[in-house]
Nanobody
Framework: QVQLVESGGGFVQSGGSLRLSCAAS????????MAWFRQTPGNQREFVAR???????MYTDSVSGRFTIDRDIDTNTVNLRMNNLKPEDTAVYYC?????????WGQGTQVTVSS
C-alpha cells in the first residue's frame, strides 16, 4: 500500500515562508512523478508543482518564482518550499504520487496566509 506522509504547513503572515514535506517509501519515491496540489472549500483540487524522477520541475503560473519543489533522495522526501506567500495561497495542500498507473494522495496539510 502506498503511503504519503505530509508534514509542515501552518499559519503565516503575507510575505512569509513555509516548507511542506512529503515522505514516501523508496520504491515509490524513486519511480514516481511527485507533485503537490491544493484545494480550497468549494473548489476543485488544483495543480501546484511537480517533479519528475530526473528532477525536471513544473509549476502553475501563480506560484512560479515563489515556490520550489525538490527531491531529497537520502530521505525519500519531496519538499515544497514556499516563499513570499500570499493570502490566495491559503488552502489544504496535498502530496501526490503517480505510481504504477494510479494516483495516490497524502492526507493534506493546511496552509493559512493572513493579510
Amino acid at each position: 500500500q502506498v503511503q504519503l506522509v505530509e508534514s509542515g504547513g501552518g499559519f503565516v503572515q503575507s510575505g512569509g515562508s513555509l516548507r511542506l514535506s512529503c515522505a514516501a517509501s523508496r520504491s515509490v519515491f524513486s519511480s514516481s512523478v511527485m507533485a503537490w496540489f491544493r484545494q480550497t472549500p468549494g473548489n476543485q483540487r488544483e495543480f501546484v508543482a511537480r517533479i519528475g524522477t530526473g528532477g525536471v520541475t513544473m509549476y502553475t503560473d501563480s506560484v512560479s518564482g515563489r515556490f520550489t519543489i525538490d527531491r531529497d533522495i537520502d530521505t525519500n522526501t519531496v519538499n515544497l518550499r514556499m516563499n513570499n506567500l500570499k493570502p490566495e495561497d491559503t488552502a489544504v495542500y496535498y502530496c501526490n504520487s503517480f505510481y504504477e498507473g494510479k494516483d495516490y494522495w497524502g492526507q493534506g496539510t493546511q496552509v493559512t496566509v493572513s493579510s
